[in-house]
């Protein structure tokens, strides 16, 4: 690796983490208010919510990657060009594959990346997610009961807490339970804690009372105890019943989804698609790294042309991955068309090496210099 090389690598890299640290942030702040209601309705912990948003992170990566490396590459470049830099490094006899290798590299190792969190990081925190998810809307039972307010658990059974402390401890607890129409009853303790036992979830309550009304002869009945065990387990869904995302799936269940019995056939493709999606879209930042070279390195650098030659790959860049996102759609009704996300994929990396290696600049001279030689 020559000076230039690592010159420009070390821009590129340092460049690349600050973008997609930013990226990262503005993406993981909005999608993040979609989560504020756990904290709000269901009393999650503040780490707890940070913790969910962190796993959402390889999902929004594998976006991000790509575009930061071509948002770097055309800012680093045309820097190189505005400080005539470029020009240098030509005139000193640098090929187009030297002046482009240190972006090539780059873009060498955010493929590698990008594999590396499709195939393994997605799925694995995607499942993580949607477990802690699933957790705490099911299984988390101290959440259920909100202080300073009538918690229903089920039909016909109600829960008052007035307090409940940091170590668990539940103060101030009503309980009513009017599933029985003719034997309606209330509980109340002054203290209690929440247990969760093989057999469901329960209230251990002290120093209470129970209290009952004969519906024959209205008459008050009261029980008072020291202790009672009252169960507020209710029938929620097990692990077993939650659905499993394509993207919580690894790459081999995906591509044998016709086997698994939990989805439907008109569902398999797009959890087929989602397979392929994994396979071809790292691709995408060689692909985007090239299209910023071809448009910057391949012409001459005049300043005059540079703004037209970042609006150009600009538009191929958008261009290239509104075909990917269109082709993926398509492909998940017809599945016929899942070799043509391959050649979207392709297509553009070797399009754009091509014309960067073979400028239209060096083949006009090298015509006019045949032309000479053949006059």
Same mark, same amino acid.
């Given at each position: 690796?020559?000076?230039?090389?690592?010159?420009?690598?070390?821009?590129?890299?340092?460049?690349?983490?600050?973008?997609?640290?930013?990226?990262?942030?503005?993406?993981?702040?909005?999608?993040?208010?979609?989560?504020?209601?756990?904290?709000?309705?269901?009393?999650?912990?503040?780490?707890?919510?940070?913790? !969910?948003?962190?796993?959402?992170?390889?999902?929004?990566?594998?976006?991000? *990657?790509?575009?930061?490396?071509?948002?770097?590459?055309?800012?680093?470049?045309?820097?190189?060009?505005?400080?005539? @830099?470029?020009?240098?490094?030509?005139?000193?006899?640098?090929?187009?594959?030297? *002046?482009?290798?240190?972006?090539?590299?780059?873009?060498?190792?955010?493929?590698?990346?990008?594999?590396?969190?499709?195939?393994?990081?997605?799925?694995?925190?995607?499942?993580?997610?949607?477990?802690?998810?699933?957790?705490?809307?099911?299984?988390?039972?101290?959440?259920? +009961?909100?202080?300073?307010?009538?918690?229903?658990? %089920?039909?016909?059974?109600?829960?008052?807490?007035? @307090?409940?402390?940091?170590?668990?401890?539940?103060?101030?607890?009503?309980?009513?339970?009017?599933?029985?129409?003719?034997?309606?009853?209330?509980?109340?303790?002054?203290?209690?804690?929440?247990? @969760?036992?093989?057999?469901?979830?329960?209230?251990?309550?002290?120093?209470?009372?129970?209290?009952?009304?004969?519906?024959?002869?209205?008459?008050?009945?009261? *029980?008072?105890?020291?202790?009672?065990?009252?169960?507020?387990?209710?029938?929620?869904?097990?692990?077993?019943?939650?659905?499993? @995302?394509?993207?919580?799936?690894?790459?081999?269940?995906?591509?044998?989804?016709?086997?698994?019995?939990?989805?439907?056939?008109?569902?398999?493709?797009?959890?087929?698609?989602?397979?392929?999606?994994?396979?071809? %879209?790292?691709?995408?930042?060689?692909? !985007?790294? +090239?299209?910023?070279?071809?448009?910057?390195?391949?012409?001459?650098?005049?300043?005059?042309?540079?703004?037209?030659?970042?609006?150009?790959?600009?538009? !191929?860049?958008?261009?290239?991955?509104?075909?990917?996102?269109?082709?993926?759609?398509?492909?998940?009704?017809?599945?016929?068309?899942?070799?043509?996300?391959?050649?979207?994929?392709?297509?553009?990396?070797?399009?754009?090496?091509?014309?960067?290696?073979?400028?239209?600049?060096?083949?006009?001279?090298?015509?006019?210099?045949?032309?000479?030689?053949?006059?």
């Amino acid at each position: 690796m020559n000076g230039f090389t690592r010159y420009v690598f070390r821009q590129l890299i340092v460049g690349m983490i600050f973008v997609t640290a930013g990226f990262t942030c503005i993406i993981w702040l909005t999608q993040s208010l979609r989560l504020v209601e756990l904290i709000v309705n269901r009393g999650v912990s503040a780490g707890t919510f940070i913790y !969910l948003t962190m796993l959402m992170l390889p999902n929004f990566l594998t976006v991000i *990657l790509p575009i930061a490396l071509f948002c770097v590459v055309v800012f680093i470049y045309a820097k190189l060009i505005m400080d005539r @830099e470029l020009v240098v490094m030509r005139a000193a006899g640098l090929s187009q594959y030297a *002046l482009a290798k240190p972006a090539l590299l780059v873009a060498l190792v955010t493929v590698i990346l990008g594999y590396f969190l499709n195939l393994y990081l997605l799925p694995e925190s995607y499942r993580m997610f949607r477990q802690m998810q699933w957790d705490i809307r099911y299984n988390y039972s101290h959440i259920l +009961l909100k202080e300073g307010a009538f918690n229903n658990l %089920s039909q016909g059974r109600t829960v008052y807490v007035r @307090e409940r402390t940091n170590d668990g401890q539940l103060h101030g607890i009503l309980y009513y339970d009017e599933r029985n129409p003719n034997k309606p009853f209330t509980i109340m303790a002054s203290r209690g804690a929440l247990v @969760e036992t093989k057999n469901g979830t329960r209230v251990v309550m002290f120093k209470g009372n129970r209290q009952t009304v004969d519906p024959t002869t209205n008459k008050l009945s009261i *029980l008072y105890f020291d202790r009672h065990d009252l169960d507020i387990s209710t029938n929620r869904p097990t692990d077993q019943d939650r659905h499993r @995302e394509a993207r919580e799936r690894t790459l081999d269940d995906l591509l044998n989804i016709r086997n698994s019995t939990d989805i439907p056939p008109k569902d398999h493709g797009k959890f087929i698609i989602e397979a392929h999606k994994r396979i071809v %879209s790292p691709l995408s930042a060689l692909a !985007l790294t +090239l299209i910023a070279l071809a448009c910057l390195i391949s012409g001459s650098f005049s300043r005059r042309t540079q703004t037209r030659q970042v609006l150009l790959s600009i538009f !191929l860049m958008i261009a290239v991955l509104i075909s990917a996102l269109s082709l993926e759609n398509l492909a998940a009704r017809n599945l016929k068309l899942t070799p043509a996300m391959y050649v979207n994929a392709v297509i553009p990396i070797l399009a754009a090496f091509w014309f960067m290696m073979w400028p239209p600049r060096r083949r006009i001279g090298k015509s006019r210099h045949r032309q000479r030689e053949a006059g």
